[in-house]
């Protein structure tokens, strides 16, 4: 595997170029952040209203309308939620946007799903970092960096590469990868893994437990809060670094009992749900939820908030009992679909 790595910040496809931040949520604020610091010239812009321009401004950053934002700008990058993608680019960025200028997203899917013609001139640039804003913004802070996907035209590739140096994802290391790649296999994680399979797996245990007459106290330490202890020393020893470092009893226990629960049926549903993203027909159910006013996933998230589990982390956390989180934790991601929006 190569990466191209850089320690410097500003390089030359980037310098002169005034980049449009649209949007200010955790991926806006931390890209719009870093950029500044390493000497490119930003501005934010956001809707007539938004909640966001005092703290952009607060930030010591330029803010203007959309609009605005975009007509003087050569680098434009979408950063707020996909949901409102395709209303802003059709009528805030297409008509608006100067010649040969160029689009970056955080995420494929939009590029990969629209119906929108998209203006032949504009050049498109996937710089995707492999982290949250509050991440991307601490590892730059703290003189790291997280990793990135980019991907863009031969021609149009250098620009991509110098926004992610920008970010500070040069100093961990920026990777080759298309627009379809990013998209399905990011989607895959978030719906097998991340967001779907494993609170779905940790709420099903903690519920066994409390049904069998456990705690929730107990459930909650031993289902959900020590995940985070496991995942930790997964990437940074990997899976069998872990499974070396963790008890005989652990150990022992998770050889005769992983594959029983992950057995060939799940492996078929996770089959089934690659295809369903690689077909199209995931994007086609998120473009009926957004028309419908994203009311299964406010739904979805209302039903987490009713839940015993959250009932037990609320207590837990008004107790005083769990330790400080990190930045990273206390944000939501953008660039991403959100109930509430962040532009």
Not at 148 to 172: I, T
Not at 262 to 290: C, N, P, T, W, Y
Not at 300 to 313: F, G, P, V
Request: overall charge negative.
């Amino acid at each position: 595997m190569s990466a191209w790595r850089s320690d410097e910040l500003l390089t030359p496809p980037l310098v002169g170029k005034r980049i449009a931040i649209l949007g200010y949520g955790s991926q806006g604020r931390a890209q719009a952040l870093n950029l500044r610091d390493s000497g490119a010239d930003v501005v934010v812009g956001l809707r007539d209203g938004s909640s966001r321009e005092s703290e952009a401004q607060g930030d010591g950053l330029t803010v203007q309308a959309i609009e605005d934002a975009v007509a003087a700008a050569d680098v434009i990058a979408l950063l707020v939620p996909e949901s409102a993608h395709e209303d802003l680019l059709s009528q805030k960025v297409f008509p608006i946007a100067r010649r040969g200028a160029a689009l970056v997203f955080a995420h494929g899917f939009t590029p990969l799903y629209t119906s929108l013609e998209f203006r032949e001139d504009l050049q498109r640039l996937l710089v995707a970092p492999k982290a949250i804003g509050p991440e991307l913004r601490r590892l730059y802070v703290e003189g790291r960096g997280a990793p990135a996907l980019v991907s863009a035209e031969p021609g149009d590739l250098e620009l991509a590469k110098a926004y992610a140096f920008a970010l500070g994802c040069g100093r961990a290391g920026v990777l080759a990868s298309s627009f379809r790649e990013e998209t399905e296999a990011d989607l895959f994680s978030e719906q097998a893994v991340l967001c779907g399979g494993l609170p779905a797996l940790i709420i099903a245990a903690f519920d066994t437990l409390v049904e069998n007459g456990y705690s929730e106290e107990a459930a909650y330490f031993e289902c959900l809060f020590e995940v985070r202890l496991i995942a930790e020393m997964m990437v940074q020893h990997g899976i069998a670094g872990m499974a070396e470092r963790i008890s005989d009893t652990a150990r022992f226990g998770a050889a005769i009992s992983g594959h029983e629960i992950v057995d060939e049926r799940m492996r078929e549903k996770l089959r089934g749900l690659l295809r369903s993203i690689q077909s199209g027909e995931f994007a086609r159910a998120f473009e009926r939820e957004r028309e419908g006013g994203m009311a299964r996933s406010i739904h979805w998230l209302e039903t987490l908030r009713r839940s015993r589990i959250e009932a037990a982390h609320r207590r837990i956390a008004e107790a005083n009992v769990l330790p400080a989180a990190s930045p990273a934790a206390t944000e939501a991601a953008s660039g991403k679909a959100t109930p509430s929006g962040e532009a």
